[in-house]
Structure formats: C-alpha cells, structure tokens
C-alpha cells in the first residue's frame, strides 16, 4: 500500500525532517522519544517511546535505506510493544510544481502482516490513518521551517 501528499514546500526542508532517522519526533507527533543505537547509517537501530492514546508503547526500528542523493528514506520495525508484526516502509520525495511554484510529493508505501483477530482493512485503514496524520505533521513543521528560511534579518 502507498499513500502520496503534494507538499508546498520545496523538498530541501522537507527531506531535512524526513532523513532524521533519529529524530522522528520533530515531526512524528505519536513519538514521544528516540534513542538511537548506531551511526546513522544502515542497520542502526532506533528506540521509539510511542505517546498514548496509540495501542503501542515501544517500537525497535532498521534504518534499511537512507538516499539523500534520491531522498528516499526506508525503515523496518524489527520489534516492540506493539501490533504492526513485519512492517516496513519507504518514503520517497520527489519535486513538484504546486500551484505554480516548486513544492515536494512525498509518497510513502509500507507492508504490514495483518495481525490475528484484524482485516486486512482494518490494518490497512490504522496504518494508513497513522501515515496520513504523520504526512500532515510534515507539511506543517516543513512549512514552519520554508518560512524561517525565507525571512531574511533587518539591517538596522
């Protein structure tokens, strides 16, 4: 499954946010913490506190791939307190003319096993509305930052 977001934002701040392996949380509002094992490079292993309200607490993720040549990001969740078994995604990032000016489409797929007593639905629909609420939380911190950077100081 995939799910795709046109982004107003050029794909510099965009991809700033999404390459943070370690941090997630500046824009991942359901993560509470991080805590990273490694050198940010592939196979280092991440500590994820979830926020409540989530049927999770913990998640143990992979960098698999991070690209920043393509902007493509992919992690794996090899474990934690949770009930997304065997999930994996990738997100990629791509340029885009949004109304007329340069902005980002950012796609993410991922592949879940469905777990016991769900449909595949019901799975899909969780993780999607988990996707769709993280995309939001992008567009808006990377907007937050597109216009720090575009605000220049005043000579005095």
């Given at each position: 499954?995939?799910?795709?977001?046109?982004?107003?934002?050029?794909?510099?701040?965009?991809?700033?946010?999404?390459?943070?392996?370690?941090?997630?949380?500046?824009?991942?509002?359901?993560?509470?913490?991080?805590?990273v094992q490694g050198n940010l490079e592939i196979g280092s292993l991440?500590?994820?506190?979830?926020?409540?309200?989530?049927?999770?607490?913990?998640?143990?993720?992979?960098?698999?791939?991070?690209?920043?040549?393509?902007?493509?990001?992919?992690?794996?969740?090899?474990?934690?307190?949770?009930?997304?078994?065997?999930?994996?995604?990738?997100?990629?990032?791509?340029?885009?003319?949004?109304?007329?000016?340069?902005?980002?489409?950012?796609?993410?797929?991922?592949?879940?096993?469905?777990?016991?007593?769900?449909?595949?639905?019901?799975?899909?629909?969780?993780?999607?509305?988990?996707?769709?609420?993280?995309?939001?939380?992008?567009?808006?911190v990377s907007e937050g930052l597109a216009v720090q950077d575009r605000t220049e100081p005043i000579d005095l």
């Amino acid at each position: 499954m995939g799910i795709a977001m046109d982004l107003g934002v050029g794909r510099p701040p965009v991809w700033s946010l999404v390459r943070r392996f370690d941090q997630p949380q500046k824009y991942k509002p359901f993560i509470s913490r991080c805590v990273v094992q490694g050198n940010l490079e592939i196979g280092s292993l991440r500590e994820v506190d979830v926020k409540s309200g989530l049927p999770a607490t913990t998640s143990t993720e992979r960098l698999e791939l991070l690209d920043d040549d393509e902007h493509i990001l992919s992690i794996r969740i090899i474990g934690g307190d949770h009930r997304l078994k065997n999930y994996s995604s990738i997100i990629s990032l791509h340029p885009e003319i949004i109304e007329g000016r340069p902005g980002t489409l950012v796609i993410e797929s991922f592949v879940v096993d469905v777990p016991e007593g769900n449909t595949k639905d019901e799975t899909c629909y969780f993780v999607e509305a988990l996707i769709k609420c993280n995309l939001k939380s992008l567009a808006d911190v990377s907007e937050g930052l597109a216009v720090q950077d575009r605000t220049e100081p005043i000579d005095l």
